[in-house]
């Protein structure tokens, strides 16, 4: 008998292809075999020996059966135990093929977590911004935020939150469709007075808002559900933040003192870190309006119908969902209106959500960073493609070890696994470095161009480390996939055969499909940054009417300095005068309204037509001003004359139109010495009809996007609200000036709370956020795709020009000079360059015109902005091709023929 | 005439086929055989439970099968005591003598 050792070296036959049962078959017949010969030669007849072997093996059947259930659950157990040990196997193999290339795996997880980091930032700021609650609120679907809806035929639809306390009594009086409801107003307040005086946000709220929302006390406790009207003391809950940086504590604030506004407020709480209301907004404390809204809104505040001032924030009655609050609270307010005889008898309510990306009246900064977030995975995708095209070329120079592999017995779908697994393994390390990225980033984004959101701790939560996660699996599968494809399609067992050299054959289409895919994603990007980019530049440097650079608005509280409206206005001229004074400044002028900031408007009546009727844009907006304003603001004047010192308060009462009222009401007539009444005056019997002296140029006031409305002006020495700020000309540089100027107010009037002297430039920066925002990010994306997809197309010919050496050797010894040898390289790059283009341009221009809305005066289809980011795409192109091209140049005939 | 054979004890056939194994690999039919021929047929095994047995402790770890031909090239397949299987075979042999000593000595107790 051979023993078992040899047996099995030289017989091994594979465990696969064998069934259980067969063996099971086979060792039973020769059992039943051999015993029967063993009867027979014992002298039993042949059927007797047959028979006496079945009896004493016994019941065939039932061992059968257990013996192949033993056999099945065995070769079960091992497969299983091969499988762990060859995956364990192949994931060692893998790490160790990545150690002998250190620098493919950098710029590998690089590239990645470019992709994956630029992803999870803006996942991570859409999703704290506008896909969640505010941070403590319970949002458990019976919190609606109450939003408004009016359409008017010349107007269209506008969405907006505010309404008056009136309003807001009567629905919270009406019970249902909502259990509760309550109101906050955002308040800027000036905090402590004369040079350590400060600026803070002040939430007015409702007493009932924190149990509404369901937020708890940090510490001490929140205001008495009784303070609706009046408090017994003017009281304050601070944020967390605030009590940190105010008091050193959470617990050491609660019974601290604050000077705000006019009040001495005493702290009785603090918020929970983050909580800032039912808005995402930066807050630093909150006070009743009981306490708070008489000095910010008027003595009146609870009673005047005429001022829309706060937004509400309801719980809805159980069962109700925010259809059927929408129905019932449009026909609350709608029988509000009817008492009330305010236009409110037409308009609807929308019981909306709390989170802001599923609010009615979404902001364009919220839209932009929403697609933003869609065009970051663009980036990833141009990533995951270099990658992709990075491991293919790994791979077609691994061929002949994994072609050993498969001569070695490891099956195609488990050599398919190891090198997804290498994908996922390298998406891993990029994922963890995108988190670092994304920490990172965050914060800077936050501090720059999302700044006027208040949000607590870091980016990275439990949320984004599960998005980077899933989106490191995905990176990885889609960048593993092609080096799969490879083990495939290509005949890798050929590779062993002599003859063929490592490294040849053809040029992997999948490869020039991956960098086609890269290009046509960049166009992509570049298009959509040079629309932003253009809608910045046409925003930021759209004429506005007047000059935005080198001027400063200060806004002084004189009302809190004097009440008396003589001794205000002596103020008012010794602040001009003392800023006059001030080396640098140019000239100084007082304005009732802030382009952008505050409007003021005016319904017309003609003397002989009769009121006018409304005017698309609104208006007409009214300002006073003195003398000077229209030169300080750098202002033209078209025809009259500007105030002089002349118009006092006795003269007859002028007025300054702008050339939008003068088309408005007098089209094709010279307005100048016409006169109209205002619609507040002609309520009174002697109302003067204001002199038309003078026509200036249009001014945006309103919002950049819109055309400028009609407009006019008053001397301030006939006309002079309370309201006021003070424009401040300088000739040199802004910056230096603004504490200059703040300080000579305070000289002039050391009893002053903060006083907000900014240069003018800020102003018009809010306005521009959104454009400069996607402005910057998008080309932020662009720059990115480009990058890396030009590292791909540099890696791909490169990767070309190595294979085609003995090919280029041979045209050089055939005489084939240095250019011929460059354009033939540099044919290939611009032939995926032109590809990657025209793939791109057929995504671009149908997305595009997505964008329309959210673009600044910028057409989707702008042609110079399409042949720009072709320029680029093939200008980098020609880049990316001209190094190897010209290592192409350098390959001699001899030593290439030599290598044979 | 033979005496009837003796109905196996629970568990004792595993410690026999080890036992069998120890004199180096053999097939299920010549397990079967040797156990038969040095009992002298005093023993009842039905060969279904042998190979139960077989199966049983191959799968447990001490006996380990390979598939091998005989002289006349039949496919068979060979049983080996595995090193699990030798200690295994110590531990129940010290256990059985144990056993069948203590059942001795109150049986022959007088």
């Given amino acids: ?900 | 005439m033979p005496r009837e054979p003796l109905d196996l004890l629970q568990g004792t056939l595993d410690v026999l086929v080890l036992k069998t194994l120890t004199w180096g690999a053999r097939h299920g039919y010549g397990i079967a055989r040797w156990i038969r021929d040095t009992t002298g047929n005093e023993l009842l095994i039905e060969d279904g439970a042998l190979y139960t047995s077989l199966h049983r402790m191959e799968d447990r770890g001490w006996l380990s099968a390979e598939w091998g031909l005989t002289e006349d090239n039949r496919r068979v397949k060979l049983y080996q005591l595995t090193t699990s299987g030798r200690q295994e075979l110590r531990a129940r042999t010290a256990q059985w003598t144990r056993y069948a000593r203590a059942v001795a000595s109150v049986l022959q107790a007088t």
């Fill in chain 1, 1 to 900: 008998m051979i023993s078992g050792p040899r047996l099995r070296r030289l017989f091994r036959l594979p465990e696969k292809g064998r069934s259980v049962e067969a063996d099971v078959d086979a060792e039973i017949a020769y059992h039943l075999e051999q015993t029967e010969r063993e009867l027979r030669e014992r002298g039993m007849s042949d059927d007797d020996a047959r028979s006496e072997a079945l009896r004493r093996f016994g019941d065939i059947e039932r061992f059968r059966t257990s013996l192949g259930g033993i056999g099945r659950a065995r070769a079960r157990r091992r497969r299983r135990r091969d499988a762990w040990e060859g995956a364990w196997q192949d994931l060692a193999r893998s790490v160790r093929s990545f150690r002998r290339e250190p620098s493919l795996v950098a710029v590998v997880a690089l590239t990645l977590a470019l992709g994956i980091g630029v992803n999870a930032t803006m996942f991570g700021v859409v999703d704290r911004l506008l896909l969640r609650p505010p941070p403590h609120v319970r949002d458990d679907g019976t919190l609606s935020r109450l939003f408004f809806q009016a359409e008017s035929p010349s107007f269209g639809r506008v969405t907006y939150r505010s309404q008056s306390y009136p309003a807001f009594d009567h629905l919270r009086r009406a019970r249902r469709p909502f259990d509760d409801i309550a109101a906050t107003f955002d308040a800027r307040m000036s905090m402590g007075r004369g040079a350590s005086a400060r600026r803070v946000v002040v939430l007015l709220v409702t007493p009932n808002l924190f149990s509404l929302v369901g937020v708890t006390p940090r510490a001490g406790r929140f205001f008495p559900p009784d303070e609706w009207v009046s408090a017994s003391e003017p009281t304050a809950v601070v944020t967390e933040t605030f009590a940190t940086r105010e008091f050193g504590s959470a617990e050491a604030a609660v019974g601290e003192r604050l000077d705000v506004g006019k009040l001495s407020l005493r702290v009785i709480g603090v918020t929970p870190a983050g909580f800032a209301g039912v808005d995402s907004r930066k807050v630093d404390l909150f006070m009743t309006m009981a306490a708070g809204a008489a000095e910010n809104i008027g003595a009146e505040w609870r009673t005047t119908p005429n001022m829309r001032w706060l937004t509400m924030v309801a719980r809805r009655l159980p069962g109700i969902d925010p259809q059927q609050a929408g129905v019932a609270g449009t026909a609350a307010i709608q029988r509000y209106g009817r008492e009330a005889k305010k236009g409110d008898s037409t308009i609807t309510l929308i019981a909306g959500s709390v989170i802001p990306a599923r609010q009615p009246d979404g902001s364009v900064q919220g839209r932009i960073s929403v697609w933003l977030a869609g065009v970051s995975f663009l980036v990833l995708l141009v990533a995951c493609a270099n990658v992709a095209n990075l491991l293919l070329a790994r791979t077609l120079r691994r061929r002949r070890e994994l072609a050993v592999h498969l001569a070695l017995g490891i099956d195609r779908h488990r050599l398919s696994l190891a090198l997804l697994a290498e994908g996922v393994m390298l998406a891993a390390l990029a994922g963890a470095l995108s988190l670092v990225a994304a920490r990172w980033s965050g914060d800077l984004l936050r501090s720059t161009l999302l700044s006027e959101y208040g949000w607590e701790g870091s980016l990275v939560d439990g949320r984004l480390v599960a998005y980077t996660a899933i989106a490191s699996l995905v990176a990885g599968v889609l960048a593993g996939l092609a080096p799969v494809a490879v083990t495939f399609r290509v005949p890798l067992l050929e590779s062993l055969r002599a003859g063929v050299r490592e490294g040849g054959g053809r040029r992997s289409a999948l490869r020039s499909a991956l960098i086609v895919v890269q290009g046509a994603l960049t166009v992509v990007l570049l298009v959509g940054a040079g629309l932003f980019v253009q809608s910045f530049t046409r925003a930021s440097t759209l004429d506005l009417g007047y000059r935005a650079d080198r001027l400063i608005i200060a806004s002084p509280q004189a009302g809190e300095v004097t009440r008396d409206s003589v001794e205000r206005e002596a103020l008012w001229e010794q602040f001009a005068a003392r800023v006059r004074a001030l080396p640098g400044v140019v000239s100084a002028d007082q304005s009732v309204t802030t382009p952008f900031e505050s409007q003021w408007t005016a319904e017309v009546i003609l003397p002989d037509r009769g009121e006018l009727p409304p005017l698309k844009g609104g208006g007409p907006y009214v300002n006073a001003v003195t003398p000077g304003y229209f030169e300080t603001m750098g202002m033209r004047l078209v025809k009259g004359r500007t105030f002089t010192a002349g118009d006092v308060a006795g003269s007859e009462q002028v007025v300054v139109i702008n050339e939008a009222m003068a088309r408005a009401a007098w089209p094709g007539a010279d307005p100048i010495g016409k006169c109209f009444r205002t619609k507040d005056d002609a309520a009174k019997d002697d109302s003067p009809c204001l002199t038309i002296v003078g026509i200036v140029n249009d001014v945006r006031i309103t919002t950049l996007g819109e055309a400028p409305p009609a407009h006019f002006f008053a001397p301030l020495t006939q006309w002079r609200p309370d309201m006021r700020v003070l424009f401040v000309r300088v000739d040199d540089a802004t910056e230096p000036l603004v504490s200059a100027v703040r300080r000579a107010l305070l000289e002039v009037a050391p009893a002053l709370p903060y006083t907000r002297v900014r240069p003018f430039s800020e102003v018009v920066d809010v306005e521009l956020r959104a454009w400069r925002l996607g402005a910057t990010l998008f080309a932020l994306f662009g720059a990115l795709g480009l990058v890396v997809a030009a590292i791909g197309l540099y890696s791909v010919i490169a990767h070309d020009v190595t294979q085609r050496r003995r090919e280029i050797g041979v045209r050089v010894a055939l005489g084939a000079r240095a250019g011929q040898v460059v354009s033939l390289v540099l044919r290939d790059g611009l032939r995926y360059g032109a590809l990657g283009l025209a793939a791109g341009l057929l995504i671009a221009i149908p997305a595009s015109a997505r964008l329309s809305a959210l673009l600044f005066q910028t057409s989707p289809h702008e042609p110079t902005i399409y042949l720009l980011a072709a320029g680029v795409l093939l200008a980098v192109a020609v880049l990316a091709t001209l190094v190897p091209a010209r290592r192409a140049v350098t390959v001699h005939p001899s030593e290439v023929l030599r290598e044979e």
